[in-house]
Structure formats: C-alpha cells, structure tokens
C-alpha cells in the first residue's frame, strides 16, 4: 500500500457532525483553524464553454500561458480567470501547469499562477510564492497585486505564517500606496487590528495625499466607516472628481448605516428592530447583567444561524477554540476521555502514556476536584465543559486533580504537569486468519498519516491478505482527510465525491482519487452504523459505489452538507460562522444528506429486553463489576487477560461466578451478567497493559459478519479458522428452513 497525494482542486471544508451521541463524551479531546472555500472561485461560463468547444484544453492551456507571457502586470486576470474556469472542467493537468508556473523565472507569471491557485481552492503551493512577492516583488505595482491577491484569498484566514509575512513586509515596504494594500491585506487574513491600526497611522501620519486617501478609503470600505477620521477625508473626497472622489460617494450615499448602495429594505428594517429591542433592554430590564449587550447581540447570533439548519451554528470564542483542537487532534492538558457517570464526572479512560496515566489515574476514577474547585459545583453551574476548561490548559503548567478510587479509604490528591496531548484516530491489529482491522474515530489533521502507517503495517510487515475498515460511531471531520482516505482503496482518475451548491459561491467541485492499481488489489469490507456521519458517509459510499468494498453494518446518519468556517472580523475573528453552503454528492450521483448509505449486507448487535438494560444499569451504578474485578485481581491477572480477549461465552471460566451471581439477586440471566463482568474486566486489563484493546471478536456482532465476508472474498473456509468456525451456521440466511430465526440475515443483493 503506497502513500498517495490527492489533488486539492477545492476549499478545505470543515464536516462537522451534530451531536448525536449522549453517552461517551470525548471531553478533554476537545481540539485549530479549519480551511476555508475559495469564495471567489467561478464556474465555467456558456461563453467559455463555447470559447473552447473545439479545441483541446492542452491547446486552450497553451494560448492562456502565452497570453500570460505578454501581458502587463495589470491586465493578465482575463487570461488568469479563463485558466481557473479551464481547470474545472481539465482536470489535473491545468492545475499542474498552474504549479510549474509558480517556480517561472517571470515574477509576473508567478503571480498569475498563485492567484489562479487560489482562485481554485489550492492554496498550499500558492501561498508562499505570494508572500515571497510581497517582498521581493521587483515594481511597487508587484507588490501591491500580491497583497490583494492573498486579501482576496479568504482560505488564507488566520493562517500564522501568511499573517507573519505579511506584517514583515509591511514593516519593510517603502511605497505608501503598497504599504496600503498590504495593511488591508494584513487587515483580511489577520491579525485584524494590526491591519486596521496600520492604515489608521497611514491615514494620519502619511506625507502623500494619495496614501492618506487610500488608507480612508480602504478602512471605509471595510467596515470601519463611522471613525471619525474616516469621515472627514470621505466628505473632502466627496467632491473631488476623481476615481477616489467616486469610491468616496458610493460610500457616503449608501448611508451611515450600511454603505451598500443596493441595500436590501427588508435587512434594513430587521437591523433597525434588532438596535431598538437592545436598546429597549438596555434601558429598562432591571438586571444589568442579563442585559450585557455583548451576550444579547451572541445570543441573538446563535438563534439566528441556529434556525438555518441543523448544522449551521455561530461559534462563540470557546466554541470556536473547540473545534479547531478537535480537528488538529492536538490539546494541552492531562490526557485522558472523561464523561458523566452517575451524576459524577469520571475518567471513561485515559490516554495511555499521558500525563494523566503517569499519575496514576484509571478508568472510572471519580475526579472530585480540580485546583481546589468541586466539580460537583461546577457541573451544576458550567456544566462538563466547566471542569474540562480547568482541566486543560498550557503545556508545563501544573494543575491539582483530587479523585476517588472505590478501592481507596480517602480520596488521593495529585499534581500533574500538562503537556501537548496527541490525540490518535487509528487503531489497529491484525485479526486471525491474516486480516487485517483499522477503526478510524475521526477524520483529523493526522488521520491521513495514521492510515498510511496503519496499513503500511498490516500490509506489507503482518501481510495482510484482506482488510476490515470499521467507521462505526465515526462522526466525520476533515472533508480532506477523508479523500485522502478513500485514496488510499481507490485507484487513480475514480470520482471521490463532489460538492455543489450556490452556482456563485459553491459551484461544484470534483474530487478525484490518484493512487494506482495496487490501491485496489486486498479485498476489503467496510463496516458502518447510524453513528457513522459525513466524511464516513462519504469514504463508504465511494467506496460502495466503486464497487470496491462490501458494506456491513446499519444505514449511517445522512449527513451530506457542507459547512465552510468563517472567522467574523466584527469579533476580530474570535468568533467563527458555520454555515452550510452546499452538499455532497457520491460518484453515483446519491445525495447522502438526511437519507445515508444503505448497507450492503445488515448487521447489528442483539437488543435486550428493557428491564434487562435498566437492571444491568442498576448493577453498575453500585459497581458490582468493578469490585469482582477489583477483589479477585492480584490471583487472576493471567487468566482476566485471556478472558479479556475470549471467554468462549461460558460464565463458567470466570472464577467464583456462581457465588457472585447468587449475591446479585437478580432475574438478569447469567450470560447477560458475564458479558457486563467482562466489560469491567477488559478496562482493568487496558489499565494494566496501558494499551487499548482494539477490537472484541467475540461479543461484536457486526465485526464477525464482516469477518466472514472478507474470508468469502479471499474464498477461505471459515472452518479452518478456529475462531471462525461458528461464523457460517451464525450467519446463515432467513429462508433457509434449518436456520429459521436466524440472527442475521443476508441481503440477497450481495454475491458472496
């Protein structure tokens, strides 16, 4: 299995999954920016279409890069702009001339190339060369396009490294003029108050007139048109008869309010109802804390984003923080999942290795402190997030944690040092009968990486000879990083999946797989479920559709919408926008969206009666489990690890049962009991072992069906597989008469 590169012809969009899973919260993994759509990128025109409807794109390539040698520096964007409509419709090979054109000796084709990039999402390669002109470019006029090109580039937002470049140059730059572009550029990608006090000092403190203008007319037409400064050089340009004297009175004539001349009166009027209910508030409501304008004008925002869509939501500043941790899959803090357990907040496991398993914590530890806070009060007053905030924190930075250990006399105080935690979002191992198993939690920064290794392994070290890929309870993430994964199954030129929505703002965009044939030589079974969300949706519907995998499981969500992160510069991008702007489509052209993936073959895991859950749940909420566990440990170590891994389903291998479950006094079966005993038994070992343990062969249903349709495609007898023997006659279809009432029916769609 080779590493491949997919061609980025599109925005990196953000899949976000609604949360729909109550019960494990994945808390102190709460993890920075997101990408954002190339928002000025267009589609091909009826005129391009027709422009080049006889010739061949390599011919039509080769016009516009020699239109592009001979233009000036102000007038090559037609050629540029007919180069991006050009890509979307020839594939690769644009986009690769496109890239060969950023390392010309031509600063100007240089220019041209980065901006067309930009223009259609890739801003990677891009992004450098831009920053590299805003510095070397050879005419102030250079320099200055540069820094409207990245201005221009909203994908660019908040990215470090072009904030650091352009500040430098700006603090270099001797032009005036230039040194305004690159302050408004400063002022779009960010940090937005360095830009913004950058040209407020050009407004005031430049020796040119032309320079003064521009900086007002810049700052006026971004949003910062009641300074006071700014209007009065508006109001002298007002009357000049210039190009300036106009741009001056389309901002004054658009009004105070809005300086959009083409205002809509509907938004008007719901701006002018929204400044007199808070004005209202604010001068009558008798709690001046309630009435804080700030959280009525955020919580006006939530509302509103919030009715669009299920999915569509304004992210305030620690929302916003959120999202991008857990996409980065990088945090500081002690390293550990926690959640609620009985009204208590509990450690569901920590990471092994981290800090928070160094000092000793373990699964279902109670943690009743931190710094001298009860989480206790804090749960009632900020809910979970409360505690995981003081939890985290920056690398190196001591925090106290007091928690409580059934096995203890009193609660144990510790100090932990937090450090950067890695969160992983691939497990592996390799199963009997040589296949290999991947469960992918997530679709993160790293997940890429960690699914090369991961089957770099499994394949060509273990030599496995099939592969069982699990996205079950997989909520989505990164729409890149699930193309890069699907990549990694499909061979070179397959349709991934393409987006289409607003023909102005998100036309459709295509993503292509690039790996080779050997991308597609070990037989593969996908397994997924109802928790299986976007990027998942999208990675086993390609994969389904290509015919490429066998999908096991239940039918996943259906959620097939795009959400593009928008940092909000009235917060100085504190805050974010998540807003839906188009939808997923699979190669077949199924739109997943609120309808999912249908499932190859069903599987699912045996319900139990109701009383059995509530009884079961009885039971652990006094922490039976635990404390057979706890108390028959130190003389059962090897034996807990055995049955850990398989107990054959005999309640007879663990020692002592019958007396424990003759103590328990209940009417839930043994075998329901055994399993729940297990269960406590697999975290003591995990603990021990400081390693998770992977899959459960024996108790996951779903995995044993996708098992024995991957030993069906390598054409294997399950009966030679002392672990599989059972599988066949488990498995067996409805309509055979011996096997009536059989657990899991085969969809007779399927060939084995």
């Known amino acids: 299995m080779t590493a491949t590169t997919f061609r980025r012809t599109h925005q990196h969009s953000v899949l976000r999954f609604r949360r729909f899973t109550p019960f494990v919260i994945l808390a102190l993994l709460l993890i920075v920016p997101a990408s954002l759509i190339a928002e000025d990128a267009q589609p091909p025109t009826a005129a391009e279409d027709a422009a080049g409807a006889d010739l061949p794109v390599a011919v039509l390539t080769n016009q516009l890069f020699a239109q592009l040698e001979n233009e000036k520096a102000e007038d090559i964007w037609e050629p540029v702009n007919r180069l991006v409509r050009l890509s979307r419709v020839g594939g690769t090979a644009v986009t690769e001339r496109l890239e060969r054109g950023l390392r010309s000796d031509s600063q100007r084709m240089q220019l041209a190339c980065a901006r067309a990039l930009c223009q259609a999402g890739s801003t990677e390669q891009a992004a450098p060369v831009l920053c590299k002109l805003l510095k070397t470019g050879a005419t102030p006029e250079l320099r200055r396009l540069s820094a409207n090109a990245i201005g221009l580039t909203t994908g660019l937002a908040g990215d470090d490294t072009v904030s650091k470049a352009i500040a430098a140059a700006l603090k270099d730059e001797p032009d005036g003029l ?72 389309m901002i004054v004539r658009g009004g105070e309010e809005d300086f959009n001349p083409t205002r809509d009166p509907k938004m008007a009027q719901g ?97 009743l402190e931190v710094d001298g806070h009860k989480t206790s009060e804090m749960l009632d007053h900020g809910g979970i997030n409360s505690v995981i905030s003081r939890l985290k924190g920056k690398p190196g930075t001591a925090v106290k944690v007091k928690y409580f250990r059934r096995s203890f006399y009193k609660p144990v105080e510790v100090t932990i040092i937090r450090e950067s935690i890695r969160v992983e979002s691939v497990f592996y191992a390799m199963l009997p009968g040589e296949i290999g198993y991947v469960r992918l939690s997530r679709f993160g920064e790293r997940s890429n990486a960690e699914m090369q290794h991961a089957l770099d392994d499994l394949a060509k070290k273990q030599s496995a000879k099939a592969i069982v890929f699990d996205l079950r309870d997989n909520p989505g993430g990164l729409l890149r990083a699930g193309v890069d994964i699907a990549d990694k199954f499909l061979a070179g030129g397959r349709l991934v999946v393409y987006s289409e929505g607003n ?199 779903v995995l044993q069906r996708g098992i024995l349709e991957a030993l069906k495609k390598l054409n294997a007898d399950p009966a030679g597989i002392a672990e599989y023997h059972m599988l066949p006659e488990k498995f067996k279809k409805k309509d055979e008469p011996e096997q009536e009432g059989a657990m899991l029916p085969q969809d007779p769609k399927v060939q084995p």
């Open 178 to 249: 230039t040194r305004v572009s690159i302050a408004r550029a400063l002022w779009l990608v960010g940090p937005a108050r360095e830009g913004r006090e950058a040209l407020l000092r050009l407004l005031t403190q430049a020796a040119e007139k032309n320079v003064r203008d521009e900086a007002a007319l810049v700052l006026a037409e971004n949003g910062a048109f009641r300074l006071h400064e700014v209007r009065l050089r508006l109001l002298d340009l007002y009357y000049e008869p210039t190009p300036q004297g106009d741009r001056a009175r």
């Open 271 to 367: 701006e002018q109802l929204m400044r007199e209910i808070v004005r209202t508030i604010k001068n009558a409501y008798p709690d001046d804390g309630k009435a804080n304008a700030d959280k009525l004008y955020e919580n006006a925002a939530k509302g509103m984003v919030g009715a669009l869509d299920p999915y569509s939501q304004y992210l305030d500043q620690e929302e916003a923080k959120s999202t991008q941790e857990m996409l980065q899959q990088d945090y500081g803090g002690i390293g550990a999942y926690v959640g609620l357990r009985n009204g208590s907040f509990v450690v569901t496991s920590p990471i092994y290795g981290s800090p928070a398993d160094r000092a000793g914590l373990r699964a279902l530890d109670v943690i």
């Open 503 to 701: 023909k102005e703002f998100a036309p459709r965009k295509d993503y292509f797989a690039t790996g080779g044939a050997e991308e597609e030589a070990l037989p593969l079974v996908v397994l997924v479920g109802a928790g299986s969300a976007s990027a998942s949706e999208i990675v086993a519907g390609a994969l389904q559709d290509h015919k490429r995998a066998t999908l096991v499981g239940e039918k996943t969500f259906g959620k097939g919408s795009v959400q593009q992160i928008i940092p909000l510069r009235a917060t100085d991008r504190q805050t974010q926008l998540r807003l839906t702007i188009a939808k997923y489509y699979l190669p077949s052209g199924r739109c997943i969206h609120e309808k999912g993936v249908d499932v190859d073959i069903e599987a699912k895991q045996p319900e139990q009666p109701g009383w059995v859950v509530e009884s079961l749940a009885e039971l652990s909420r006094q922490s039976v489990f635990e404390d057979y566990v706890r108390t028959t440990w130190d003389a059962n170590k090897e034996l807990y690890a055995k049955l850990a891994g398989n107990d054959d389903g005999k309640w007879e291998n663990w020692p002592g049962f019958d007396e424990f479950y003759k103590r328990l006094n209940t009417r839930v079966e043994r075998n329901d009991i055994r399993a729940e005993l297990r269960k406590a038994a697999r975290r003591r070992v995990q603990d021990e072992q400081k390693k998770e343990l992977v899959y459960d062969l024996e108790e996951d249903v």
